[in-house]
């Protein structure tokens, strides 16, 4: 039997979702609704004129082969993102929780790459793998290996997809060990005398239970996957070489931004809605089956 | 998200407004200078309001050439725009094709009753910014043109003779060779990969970079830059490349720092990159015209500019527009402009100014200054070295960029990448031209 609580009439309900309705319409619903009208047009980048072309802007994206790239290189940049963030996260919260002593210095420390902008980020770790000047690839020539991101695709994606997931470790961070403190000392004490060793105490107790805030860190990481790493990518590679860290989101920005095509920009965020939206039904439907509350 | 964006940006824009409290009539100047160039820019302001009582100059720096032309366009659909624009050369086509957006410079001048002489002005600077009669759309402002800059010190330490003939590309080949044996590893580099090896290496040897006199002739315009003369080339750098002998650094101006810090021998950049240089380099260094290939029968012609134009934006009142007619003439005076000229690189854009900076002595005392002058003025410009106009420029440089680091990689040969620019360029001028139909 589900549980309800009820209220009596309308108007107190109402009015206490009000805000939340109003923040929605006018920083979500509307936004989308005029994403969604601008789409259909071509318009002059000083709204002068515009140009109704129906689905024109469409056929033009989904006929374009960079265009369909940038679904791979999506799929590709937010999946290691999203793995690259989570796992060691995972792994710092789980020796964080084990530590007796100096908890409070270490979560400190962890937590504070995440107080650095993206574009300051990308900047830091555009320095240390500056193809020149940078100390990291200087250390990778001395061992033989010539860095050179701005002409390989494949050590672009690399850099790009490490300083993406930086930041965002100490994020994950937090949530783990805050979930890692909620499960319940007796229940991994019950285990350990039945005599159960730490990484399989970890993986048949720990991580079942903690399984809300994987779930939701997955969710929130591909989100921030999708939209958020633009500030990196722009300062790190701008979408190069060849287009091959161009992820949707960056696409977006430099067709309507640096391009001043608004018409194929709308479009693309119209995609990217549709594609997002697919995503999130795709994971509550078939990975929260997995999640116990 | 995109409106959301949008909104974002006008809101900051307009917070950023300076108060308006005074009598005199105020003109918003914005440009997309920082660091030396921005403090030169402000001392002409400064100049021209302490020269007069009746307007007020308020110069505001708007970011890089793409923000500060992003932020004035956000800024005209939110009616906040300011009287002057700066907008880069790759620009124009989209300002010109916003008609109801802008006001011609010409137009302004006559208005106003200004002194205005069009004929001043050295025709491969204004040519870029004039519409088929000739009549100056937008202002000059900061015009360079790409020349090559030598590391003299390097030539000697490779035994090589600093004062080698590289007037061609032919001769360039053998001293990368001799540079590549004597160790060097960045025997050449570059900046801005596609003004100066496909822009100006077209105008340079008089073939189109595109159709339609390189867009200024009208906007159903097609790229032009897969013939036989940019192959060839860019199969030569490519090589190059292949063998160690040219350094890719970026995409902007990325090589500058290899080469002031004495890394590379050679360098292909703008003739701006005068002050960087001379303020850096610790080595000594001389500036070269830029190479051309020999046998072609009209090189070497001329090359054409890069920098930015100021636009008059549209919608202001008659009194503001005096005062940009005022500011505009004070740029352009003699002294003002010469001074410019010498302390920046950039071209001049009067010949009375390139005249007086001569006259001064600046050449002698600076040698090489005036390459860049030279080899923009000793020929008159043909259809294909006038300059290039087209729409979404921006956007298909970047396209550029791409498939010339496909070839620097090695992944495509210089024709495939060409053929392939050309088409996925042509794509984004048939937007262009149905956005502005």
Redo the contacts between chains.
């Keep these: 039997m589900e549980k309800r609580v009820t209220f009596k009439g309308w108007k107190l309900p109402f009015l206490l979702i009000l805000p939340q309705v109003i923040v929605s319409a006018v920083f979500f619903f509307y936004p989308a609704g005029q994403a969604i009208y601008q789409s259909l047009f071509i318009p002059d980048p000083f709204g002068l004129s515009s140009r109704f072309v129906g689905l024109g802007n469409f056929e033009y994206l989904f006929s374009n082969r960079y265009y369909l790239a940038s679904f791979t290189t999506t799929a590709v940049f937010s999946v290691l993102v999203t793995l690259c963030s989570m796992i060691p996260a995972l792994f710092l919260a789980v020796m964080a929780d084990r530590l007796v002593k100096g908890a409070g210095t270490y979560r400190t420390l962890l937590i504070w790459p995440y107080a650095i902008a993206p574009a300051i980020a990308g900047v830091l770790w555009l320095f240390m793998f500056n193809t020149r000047i940078g100390i990291v690839s200087w250390y990778l020539g001395k061992l033989g290996y010539d860095w050179n991101h701005v002409l390989n695709g494949a050590e672009a994606m690399g850099l790009v997809v490490v300083a993406s997931s930086w930041g965002r470790i100490s994020y994950n961070f937090l949530f783990f060990f805050a979930a890692l403190q909620a499960v319940p000392k007796s229940v991994i004490e019950a285990a350990a005398i039945d005599g159960a060793r730490f990484w399989r105490r970890f993986f048949t107790i720990v991580l079942p239970l903690i399984s809300p805030t994987l779930f939701f860190l997955l969710v929130v990481n591909v989100v921030y996957a999708f939209f958020e790493t633009f500030g990196v990518i722009h300062t790190i590679t701008s979408g190069g070489p060849q287009q091959s860290t161009t992820i949707l989101v960056y696409k977006v920005f430099s067709d309507g931004f640096v391009g001043q095509d608004l018409g194929s920009s709308a479009a693309q965020s119209v995609v990217l809605l549709v594609v997002v939206g697919l995503l999130s039904v795709a994971q509550f439907k078939f990975i929260e089956k997995r999640v116990h509350y | ?5 949008i909104g974002a940006m006008i809101a900051g824009t307009t917070m950023l407004s300076p108060l308006v409290a005074s009598a005199q009539t105020e003109v918003q100047f914005w440009h997309a200078f920082s660091g030396r160039l921005a403090e030169l820019v402000d001392a002409q302001v400064a100049d021209y309001n302490a020269s007069q009582g009746e307007y007020k100059v308020i110069a505001t720096s708007k970011g890089n050439y ?1 923000e500060t ?2 932020a004035g ?1 956000a800024a ?2 939110a009616g906040e725009h300011p009287q002057l624009l700066m907008v880069f050369e790759v620009g124009t086509a ?1 300002m010109m ?5 802008t006001k011609p410079v010409f137009e302004v001048m006559a208005n106003a009753g200004a002194d205005f002489d069009q004929d001043a002005y050295i025709g491969s600077v204004k040519g870029y910014f004039t519409d088929t009669d000739g009549q100056m759309l937008s202002f000059p402002f900061n015009s360079s043109t790409p020349v090559l800059w030598v590391n003299r010190d390097a030539l000697t330490a490779a035994g090589i003779d600093p004062d080698v003939d590289l007037s061609t590309w032919n001769k360039v080949g053998p001293v990368l060779d001799q540079l590549k044996t004597a160790g060097s590893t960045c025997p050449l580099t570059t900046a801005w990969q596609s003004w100066i090896h496909l822009e100006n290496l077209s105008a340079y040897h008089n073939v189109p970079f595109a159709s339609k006199d390189n867009g200024f002739a009208g906007v159903d315009t097609e790229l032009a830059f897969n013939s036989p003369l940019q192959v060839a080339h860019i199969q030569a750098m490519g090589e190059w490349a292949k063998d160690g002998k040219f350094f ?4 902007r101006n ?1 090589g500058g ?2 080469f002031r810090a004495g ?1 590379c021998a050679l360098f292909t950049e703008s003739s701006a990159g005068y002050a960087g240089i001379k303020a850096e380099a610790k080595f000594g260094f001389d500036v070269r015209p830029l190479p051309y290939w020999e046998g072609v029968a009209d090189a070497p012609l001329n090359t054409i500019i890069g920098g930015a134009s100021l636009w008059v934006m549209a919608g202001h009142e008659d009194a503001e527009y005096k005062g940009v007619a005022g500011f505009l003439n004070y740029l352009a005076s003699t002294p003002v402009q010469a001074q410019w000229h010498q302390d920046t690189g950039y071209l001049p854009i009067t010949t009375a100014a390139g005249d007086a900076t001569r006259a001064a002595g600046f050449y002698d005392a600076n040698p090489g200054t005036d390459i860049a002058v030279i080899q923009m003025t000793k020929n008159t410009p043909t259809a294909n070295s006038k300059g290039i106009r087209l729409g ?1 420029f ?2 298909i440089r ?1 396209i550029i ?3 010339l ?2 070839v ?2 090695g ?1 495509k040969d210089a024709q495939a990448a060409l053929d392939s620019a050309v088409s ?1 360029g042509d ?2 001028l048939r ?1 262009f031209e ?4």
């Design positions: 998200m995109k409106n959301f964006a793409s032309l992003n366009i005209f659909r989209t094709g916003a008609k109801g957006a890719y650094a970026g995409r990325e720092a290899n890394e979404n921006d956007q970047t960029d791409e498939e680091e496909a620097w990689a992944d996925r794509e984004l937007r149905a956005a502005s139909r």
